[in-house]
């Protein structure tokens, strides 16, 4: 249940963030813009930020539920298991530090729009709220950093878990690839010199969405306490 609520979280509130996808939406690699839409919204900002941070610990929570039988799976499989429940709780954690940040810029902005206008004062919490901004989005590419290995290794510890081919190891399957595609857009991103990153961001995006689908789904899938995600039947 933790999971389930947890990923549904996270997904509501990065879709309706000031800027992001679809209240405002604005190039986030644009940093003017993107501080300018949370300045427009700070409330729903603020809002949407506790919503996802809350998310975010409802899916460390989650995902811990699958430690103890990791713990008695034995094999590379067994490894990889915890090794991606491991990995997972530190991606998601390194989310929650971005997140605080964020917090600070619409603070920041809240009080850059009560100063008076054109005032040095406004003028100094404007730019700081646009520092914190960058620095956030610094934080948030250690998330994107870790995403594929998180991603790949907790979908390829579960994949062994399933005899059948059913919607949880299709998920497993899920987490894996896109792991995979993650890193990759990552390399290409880093490495090969991309002058406008946007398009291959937007394709990590859809890799990260696909992904909260899976993890919904293994969430689902616990919570029924199906053969594979709970011990004896009992649910998770």
């Not at 103890?68 to 298991?81: H, I, N, V």
């Not at 530090?97 to 206008?117: E, K, N, S």
């Not at 497993?172 to 961001?201: C, E, N, R, T």
Request: glycine share 12%; hydrophobic share 55%.
């Amino acid at each position: 249940m933790f999971l389930i609520v947890g990923v549904l979280l996270t997904v509501v509130s990065s879709l309706f963030h000031p800027g992001i996808a679809l209240i405002n939406p604005v190039d986030q690699t644009d940093f003017p813009a993107a501080v300018g839409a949370i300045g427009d919204a700070p409330v729903l900002s603020h809002l949407m930020t506790i919503l996802n941070v809350l998310g975010m610990l409802l899916m460390c929570f989650g995902v811990l539920a699958l430690f103890p039988l990791a713990s008695r799976q034995g094999g590379l499989s067994g490894t990889f298991l915890r090794f991606g429940i491991f990995v997972s709780i530190v991606e998601w954690c390194s989310i929650v530090v971005g997140l605080g940040m964020r917090h600070y810029v619409a603070y920041l902005a809240q009080r850059a729009a009560d100063a008076p206008a054109g005032s040095e004062l406004q003028a100094s919490l404007q730019q700081t709220a646009l520092m914190v901004h960058t620095s956030m989005s610094a934080v948030l590419v250690v998330f994107v950093t870790i995403f594929p290995f998180a991603s790949f290794f907790l979908g390829a510890g579960l994949i062994s878990r399933f005899q059948d081919l059913n919607a949880n190891k299709i998920a497993s399957y899920g987490l894996a690839l896109f792991g995979l595609g993650g890193l990759v857009v990552f390399i290409i991103i880093m490495f090969a010199g991309v002058a406008d990153p946007v398009g291959l961001l937007l394709v990590n995006n859809v890799f990260l969405f696909l992904g909260s689908i899976c993890l919904l789904t293994l969430g689902v899938g616990m919570y029924r306490g199906q053969s594979g995600l709970a011990e004896e039947g009992a649910a998770s």
